[in-house]
């Protein structure tokens, strides 16, 4: 692939991403169009945006990647991806609305009035956002190398530099616009490359399917077991994603929250259609992608492959754009949710703090990445989930569903479950991946039914440390807000 | 995947994790192995200490939850088996042995909390034969008020084998002391009291100036221009039932950018094309919590103070920012300007009269979420105005 292609494509993405986050509110409105402007964001608008925010590396480049390793069995990462939202939709978005908490450990202070509690979520909440940083930074140092190819490194530090620039420089003022934009051009992206391609074999019709083998890869089915307990970890883990709540809060109310959660629903299945197909078109038409370790560069390689000319290098560079759009948008959402978190809890809150918080966020995953390297992006994602499903998911839901909770309770059942989900992971490490056991290597199916009755049992335990002020939060929670005072 | 940077990662994370847990046990264990000085020093500070973490439960005033953790202390203070703290009327915690008692607590304590004198009662509760048979040797009981000014609002329950009159003393000094204690939670609580009434007294009104100036304005309409005066009354209609709505301090930015928009109609009524606004509003803050009338008054200093000395058109601008835990709201205008030595005194208090919308604003700003959130105003004369607010978006105490 020319490596001009690749470089203009991410310079694009870069570019316009800095500029729709530093202009995209300097729109100066006069008094005539005060409505429009206090009138909230509209929930089409505000669902696009946590869709691009959400669609990380491993949706863009891993799902059609497993897709081409093992066949059928990966599509169950994007029905976890977007059951998710089933989830977030059904117990979370409309309490949390209400809640006026901003991050997770806000959420839980108010929640059970413990700093204790609050410090431990926050550590798990940084935790879980560097854990999701990392595989975005290996999918651009993957994409940089793959289509330029210069070493890995520079694809990873750009794209840290590249969010520390905007973020620090306050240029993520209008993040919610910023995040609508890069869905669009992430569906964009993996779209029109696939539909070309599709158009491509059709006319050509040569191939003939049928001889091929049903497994090109000859990697192993995955067990039953493994299919549920990943989906335990997509299905919990969703809830607890530190940089989805905070989009909830551009949402007016708890009924437009959920709203906005049922068009996500809607962008993130039409969405998923493209990686499925490609992944679908790559193991018919590039199986060797497979064994030469590249699977996750399908999606960057396919177009250039069976287009070819110059179509194909166009296509490729909208692939590409598409690709850093999904590194740039889910890392700078991480980014900005966890300086929050940090520069409160560490800063005090400041403005200075704030930066220094936001250069703390990208800057240790970034080391992360270049001391490991890891070739499948949706798996390593799937282990986030599960992290997330086993530490955060437990006190969120109980929290918002149960009275009884109590801190003891919430601290003992992150706890549990951070040890649990963690040591199965470095246990599994250790093991080497293919000699580990299915229940290390998908802990979330006994570690997140673990956290739960840990918290419940130390909960119901420790009866008498239920706040004071449980009856005051939880009809706040639950309560439908007052109806927003009607214009004439 | 061989090795995946969560697995690294993880595993750092567990590391860190256990270092951390070793290097504070470890460090537990080395303090209580060094030197603390004498027996006596030691005792004083241990006593001290009981007290002050007990204090800190009972400062909530006499409930459950902070009764049964400060009772555990004051068990290990007083060196008895059973310590249980009571209201008027049940038992609010027990700490110890002997919790079989609990129930029959009350009817051995209601002589105290009647006549307010302690008492002590050699048999305490009834002799529980299944139990001495395995070796429990009956409890007698110390009762001691807690008296709050002249009223007994509770009392507390030492349980020993024996009750030595050390034993008495130094449980009617523990009522007492709790007694001091719920006397400071009820400091405390009248502190609160008073901040909300504050809080109250200083929220905004809009200006009489403004009233009459409006409804001049209107007036001058109604003979040339009906459709108008007759739209401007509704306007104002709403702004003052925004204004004078009794419910509630706290309101979104959403609702007071609306509160102002009514406001700069009604003033443009007067002004004509003299007043020029642009917003810029980030959509993430619409939502925050924000003291009720907050706004508008600094758009109203913008405009009286700021624009109306000016010759010709003058420009407000209106920002609002996500700035990480925290929303920025900046009102910008290119108006006259102010003397920051003249602002200082006035927001200080020392001058009465103009800018007392900035001071009100300031002042309860300070009051809600502490002195680092004040207004910050830069201005020189001749220069404009630029005034910064800073709330943090999360608020769950507040209710919009």
Redesign the interface.
Known sequence: MNPAVGLVAFLAVSITTAVIGFYG???????G???V?????PPWWNASAIGGEYLSAASFLGVAGLILLSGTDALWFPVGYTAGYLMLLLFVAAPLRR?????IP??T??RLDSRMVRRVTSLVVV?VG??YI??QL?GAALTIRITTGLPSWVGSTAVVLVVCVTVVA?G?????FVQAFQYWLKLTALAVPVIFVLLVLAGNDTPHQAQLPVNPTGQPATSAYQNISLMVALLFGTLGLPHVL?RF????DGQSARRTTLIVLGLLSVFYLFPTLSGAVGRIFAPELAQSGQADALVLLLPGKLVGGTAGELLSALVVAGAFAAFLSTTSGLV?SL??VI??DLFG?S?RG?RL?ALLAAVVPLG??F??????LA??VG??FA?TASTICPVLLLGIWWRGLTDAGAIAGMVTGA?L???A??I??VM??GNAPAWLAQPAAWTVPAAFAVTVAVSVWTK??VP?SVNR?MS?LHVPERP??T?? | MPDSPLFTAAAIAVIVLAVAVVVGVGLKVIRSFRDLGTDAERATYNTLHAASRAGQHLRGGLHAAGAAKASRQLRMLLGCDALAITDTDSVLAWDGVAEELRPSLMRLASDVLATGRTAVVPHAGPPAPAKSEHGHHEFSAVIAPIRAGSKVVGSVAALAPAAGAGLVRATSEVADWIAAQLELAELEASRTLLMEAEVRALRAQISPHFIYNSLNAIASFINTDPARARELVVEFADFTRYSFRRHGDFTTVAEELRCIDRYLLLERARFGERVQVSLRIAPEVLSTVIPFLSLQPLVENAVRHGLEAKEGPGHITICANDSGAFAEVTIEDDGVGMDPEHLRSVLAGHTDGEHVGLRNVDARLRQVYGDEHGLVIETAPGEGTLITMRVPKSQPGHDA
Do not use: K
């Open positions: 509110l300097r729109i100066s409105r006069t008094t169009d005060f409505y402007a206090s009138r909230t964001v809640s006026g908490a901003y991050t806000d959420f202070e108010a935790a560097w854990l990392v595989p290996h306050g993520m003022r209008s993040i919610t905070v809060y551009t949402n007016p900005v300086s929050g520069s409160q809150g403005v704030f918080a992360f990445a001391t490991t390297d890891t070739l499948a798996g390593s282990l986030v992290f040890l989900c963690g040591g992971m470095v599994g490490t080497g991946q008498n440390r004071a939060v706040r927003v005072a214009e004439r």
